[in-house]
Nanobody, 115 residues
Framework: QVQLVESGGGLVQPGGSLRLSCAAS????????MGWYRQAPGKQRELVAI???????NYADSVKGRFTISRDKAKNTVYLQMNSLKPEDTAVYLC?????????WGQGTQVTVSS
C-alpha cells in the first residue's frame, strides 16, 4: 500500500504564496507520475499540475505561470510552489500518485486565499 502525506496548506492573502509538499511512503517502487489536484465546494476535482517520472510537467491553464511543480525522487516527494494566489485558487488540494496503473490519493490540504 502507498501512503501520501500532504502539508503546507493554509490561509493566505491574494497575491501571496504557499508551498505544498507531498511525501509518498510504503510500497513505492515504480512511480509513473505524481501530481496535484484540487476540489472547491460544489465543483468537480480538477488537475492542477503533474510531473512524470521523466520530469515532464503539465499544468492547468488557470495556474500556468503562477504555479511550479517539482520533485525530489530520492525522497519520493513532490512540491507545488504557488505564487500570485487568487481567491479562485481556494480549494482542497489533493496529492496523487500513479503507479502500476493505479491511483493513490492523499487526504488533502486546505488552501484558502482571502483578504
Amino acid at each position: 500500500q502507498v501512503q501520501l502525506v500532504e502539508s503546507g496548506g493554509g490561509l493566505v492573502q491574494p497575491g501571496g504564496s504557499l508551498r505544498l509538499s507531498c511525501a509518498a511512503s510504503g510500497s513505492v517502487s515504480s512511480i509513473n507520475a505524481m501530481g496535484w489536484y484540487r476540489q472547491a465546494p460544489g465543483k468537480q476535482r480538477e488537475l492542477v499540475a503533474i510531473i512524470t517520472t521523466f520530469g515532464t510537467t503539465n499544468y492547468a491553464d488557470s495556474v500556468k505561470g503562477r504555479f511550479t511543480i517539482s520533485r525530489d525522487k530520492a525522497k519520493n516527494t513532490v512540491y507545488l510552489q504557488m505564487n500570485s494566489l487568487k481567491p479562485e485558487d481556494t480549494a482542497v488540494y489533493l496529492c496523487n500518485l500513479q503507479q502500476y496503473s493505479r491511483d493513490y490519493w492523499g487526504q488533502g490540504t486546505q488552501v484558502t486565499v482571502s483578504s
